[in-house]
């Protein structure tokens, strides 16, 4: 049977093969989230236009078709803030809804140009983990601690 198969999927055209795998596999999303710290330790955390329950939060994004979760990251930062970052280092990758994986990045804020919120993001501010503000989304809260204990 596994012959027949081989051999009839080998007849037909690429793009069609990838068309029935496609059918057949499951298809999720990949987000990034990312902690970023100042060299006196402050993380940075936003206040997100379209996050209803806990609007403060660490940036974050989806990560593009042909992107690295880094360069997501890297980028979306830059969308929305207008910061420079580094990325250091991949924390962890977790699931969060079914069909939906994060990727947790940590790293650094290059110093230079000042925090400029775009259109998703209501405002900005370099906290002390310790003191984040209210209104902090309780998962990345908690990826905050970690990161800062490892």
Request: charged letters at 20%; proline letters at 9%; a positive charge.
């Amino acid at each position: 049977m596994k012959a027949i198969l081989a051999r009839a999927f080998r007849t037909i055209p690429l793009p069609l093969a990838r068309l029935v795998i496609g059918l057949f596999n499951t298809r999720f999303h990949i987000s990034v989230v990312g902690v970023f710290l100042t060299p006196d330790g402050k993380v940075l955390v936003l206040k997100h236009v379209f996050r209803r329950l806990y609007p403060w939060g660490l940036p974050a994004g989806f990560v593009n078709a042909g992107e690295s979760p880094e360069h997501a990251m890297v980028r979306e930062v830059k969308e929305e803030t207008g910061l420079d970052v580094r990325v250091s280092r991949v924390v962890e990758v977790r699931p969060v809804r079914p069909r939906h994986m994060e990727v947790v990045v940590a790293g650094a804020v290059t110093p230079g140009p000042t925090l400029r919120p775009n259109h998703e993001i209501f405002e900005g501010a370099f906290t002390a983990p310790d003191a984040l503000p209210d209104g902090m989304m309780p998962s990345q809260a908690e990826i905050i601690r970690r990161v800062i204990g490892a």
